[in-house]
């Protein structure tokens, strides 16, 4: 289905480059990535995976606290029909809101590429505890 990462802070930027005036209909880099191609899934009181199901070569997501200005920002370079990223350092019971941009093409520097632009925001909130293992209720 789609590839799944640990991700990696990244501290520099590969996100400044151009996006060549190349695509067709339905290209995320002429015309945006839908928000029905993101999920947020596997929620818990720390943690949550950010699903993006948009075919590409690479995915630059970024996430922070709803109402903040600092982003933390993830990537990978591994092409495929999607990707997700887990990230385990939430703050507990905390709203968060994400983006991501996907490139398609040379990702190297100086390679003929696209970047599309960010996504529209996607919010969720970390629980305030776990939730329960196989629905059990409490």
Known sequence: MFKSFTAILILGGV???ACPAFGQTGDPCKDGIQTSALQTTNIGYN???LVCNVTADGYY????ESGTATWQE???LDGGPGASININTLDQGTPYEWQ????????????KN??????ALKTFTTYTCNP???GLQV
């Not at 696209?114 to 996504?119: D, E, G, Q, T």
């Open 74 to 76: 993830y990537a990978t």
């Open 100 to 111: 991501v941009l996907v490139g398609i093409g040379d990702l190297t520097p100086g390679g």
């Open 15 to 17: 996100l400044g480059m």
């Open 47 to 49: 943690k949550a995976e």
């Open 61 to 64: 997501f970024r996430i922070r």
């Open 114 to 119: 696209c970047l599309s632009p960010y996504s």
């Open 132 to 134: 329960p293992i196989g």
